[in-house]
């Protein structure tokens, strides 16, 4: 099993900054794909960004490009979401899941694609 544990969600101004955490356990990433997702209420989850946790790369999707920067940390088992110029339709829960990877991470956008998820951590965005 992998267990993951969102955290550093909260409220912050349109123009603001967060950085989302995602901590692994039960076992090392290997060879997984890791993917951040967020969901609005009424809304489908949608693909936020994605980072293959051995070789580094990474694919995002186009509401995150230029303003988000997903990145890995071994030495403590966790990948990060920087999200920068925050905007109100950024508001949603944030989920972080894992997968894994057969596949090159730019095939990896889509939420059924993924077999372990966290709890979700909440990030408002007030105008």
């Known amino acids: 099993q992998v267990q993951l544990v969102e955290s550093g969600g909260g409220l912050v101004q349109a123009g603001g900054s967060l950085r989302l955490s995602c901590a692994a356990s039960?076992?090392?990433?290997?060879?997984?794909?890791v993917g951040w997702f967020r969901q609005a209420p009424g809304k489908e989850r949608e693909f936020v960004a994605v980072?293959?946790?051995?070789?580094?790369?990474?694919y995002y999707a186009d509401s995150a490009k230029g303003r988000f920067t997903i990145s890995r940390d071994y030495a403590v088992n966790t990948v990060y979401l920087q999200m920068n110029a925050l905007k109100p339709e950024d508001t949603a829960v944030y989920y972080c899941?894992?997968?894994?990877?057969?596949?090159?991470?730019?095939?990896?956008?889509?939420?059924?694609?993924?077999?372990?998820w966290g709890q979700g951590s909440q990030v408002t965005v007030s105008s």
């Open positions: 039960g076992r090392t990433f290997s060879t997984y794909a």
């Open positions: 899941a894992a997968k894994f990877a057969y596949r090159t991470v730019d095939r990896y956008y889509s939420s059924g694609d993924y077999d372990y």
């Open positions: 980072i293959s946790w051995s070789g580094g790369g990474t």
